[in-house]
């Protein structure tokens, strides 16, 4: 009787993590990771135009939500535990494989941003895959991220004002593409009721 | 060098030196994995790329510093050199391993179940044709006068739907191909992680920690 309980439990877990779901996800990831590449000369306009004023750093939060997006994408079409977390995550390896200008520092972006991304799914228990899901992955996401950038890009030794406008900034960024516009693109799946193919 | 254990010691000394401040560890590190790469005979290109991209963030880090950081010169510098040392460091494992290996390594060597394995290196190498079918997309979108840009929802559904569909139709075909999820498998390649690893792991990692005690500047 145990056994079968076990058993059962078992096949309950692969039935989300099974291999066309883990392609899927995959898939996803790269998809974004590419589109997101394809925009890549945005980041360094910006850069060089922020650059002689010194606002270099904006250029990075100004973008950060369109570099997020792969992990709640993925965490709304496969509905699972680690969803997010691994679109995330593969996402920014893409970046790395196809050349980007991050090196290994992709990698671990990609970990952070992963973690943000799934912390929000896991906050509403996986069962809120709605705008309130959505928004506490969001929350999640900006929080850490930034959390992550005080150190690595030294945003902890900036004056409060322009570490508040940053933060500001890159929260709205995730707003739009991680909020807005992943709500617009899971509307269009709801229709479609691509779920069911 | 075993390409899991190599892309683990890449990622534990970026991830170190990110809360380090050390100058003149970063640059070690930069001189390092230059003459690594060097060794292994990279195009003059390839890097080309990896001095000149880096260059944006990097200087634009270091200005906003020198500007309006409390932490002065010295530190605008080693984040200066902390995106250097990411890119080489990173540049040591993508120009030298395949992502084939690591799939490999990261199966037989690091227990990852086959299905997350072989699943995202199925997904990986269909990166040309993805490329491609984005292109798709946007030129038929552009045939009905629609044009689709990275901010368009419709693109990004498009592009799921394109998951879909190969997603289900690649795991039916590795499937017909034998492949059955959690279940032990024979190799055709088979890739160890040998003492000398450990070894070059350990030593390497330890050379750093001595180098962030000893060089505070």
């Known amino acids: 009787m145990d056994n079968k309980v076990e058993n059962h439990q078992q096949h309950q877990r692969q ?10 996800i995959a898939l996803i990831a790269i998809f974004c990771g590419i589109i997101f590449w394809g925009a890549g000369f945005l980041y360094t306009a910006l850069t060089v135009a922020l650059t002689p004023i ?70 509403t228990g996986y069962k809120h895959y709605d705008w309130i899901g959505l928004n506490a992955s969001i929350f999640t996401t900006v929080v850490i991220t930034f959390a992550w950038d005080i150190y690595k890009n030294g945003y902890g030794h900036f004056a409060l004002p322009m570490i508040i406008g940053l933060f500001v900034i890159r929260y709205i ?8 516009l992943t709500k617009a693109i899971v509307k269009l799946l709801n229709r479609s009721n691509a779920y069911n193919l | 060098m075993n390409p899991g254990l190599k892309l683990l010691l890449v990622m534990l000394i970026a991830l170190e030196i990110s809360f380090t401040q050390s100058l003149i560890v970063n640059v070690i590190l930069i001189a390092v994995s230059l003459i690594y790469i060097l060794l292994h005979r990279i195009s003059f290109k390839a890097l080309f790329a990896l001095v000149f991209w880096p260059l944006f963030p990097a200087l634009g880090l270091f200005v906003s510093q020198w500007l309006y950081g409390d932490a002065g010169i010295h530190f605008a510098w080693i984040l200066f050199t902390r995106i250097y040392a990411y890119v080489f460091l990173g540049a040591t494992f993508t120009l030298t391993s395949s992502i084939t290996d690591l799939a490999l390594t990261l199966e037989q060597d690091f227990r990852l179940p086959s299905k997350f394995a072989y699943g995202v290196l199925a997904a990986f190498n269909l990166m040309p044709k993805i490329t491609e079918e984005i292109k798709i997309i946007k030129t038929s979108a552009l045939m009905r006068g629609e044009a689709l840009h990275f901010w368009s929802p419709e693109l990004y559904f498009k592009a799921i739907l394109s998951s879909i569909q190969w997603s289900q139709n690649l795991a039916e075909a590795m499937t017909s191909h034998g492949f059955v999820e959690d279940q032990d498998r024979t190799h055709y390649k088979i890739i160890k992680i040998t003492t000398l690893d450990w070894a070059l792991l350990i030593v390497l990692f330890a050379a750093v920690q001595a180098m962030l005690y000893f060089i505070r500047y």
Not at chain 1, 15 to 24: D, E, F, G, K
Not at chain 1, 88 to 107: H, T
Not at chain 1, 114 to 119: I, K, P, Q, R, V
Not at chain 1, 173 to 180: D, N, R
Request: overall charge negative; glycine content about 20%.
């Open chain 1, 54 to 123: 010194g606002m270099a750093p904006a250029a990075n939060d100004l973008l950060m939500g369109l570099w997020t997006m792969a992990g709640p994408l993925a965490g709304f079409v496969i509905r699972t535990y680690g969803s997010a977390f691994l679109g995330e995550f593969l996402g920014a390896a893409v970046e790395v494989f196809l050349g980007g200008q991050w090196g290994a520092g992709a990698f671990i972006s990609g970990l952070v941003q992963g973690f943000g991304s799934e912390l929000g799914f896991a906050l």
């Open chain 1, 173 to 180: 960024s995730t707003f739009v593409f991680g909020g807005l």
């Open chain 1, 15 to 24: 039935s989300a993590w099974n291999l066309r779901n883990i392609i899927l």
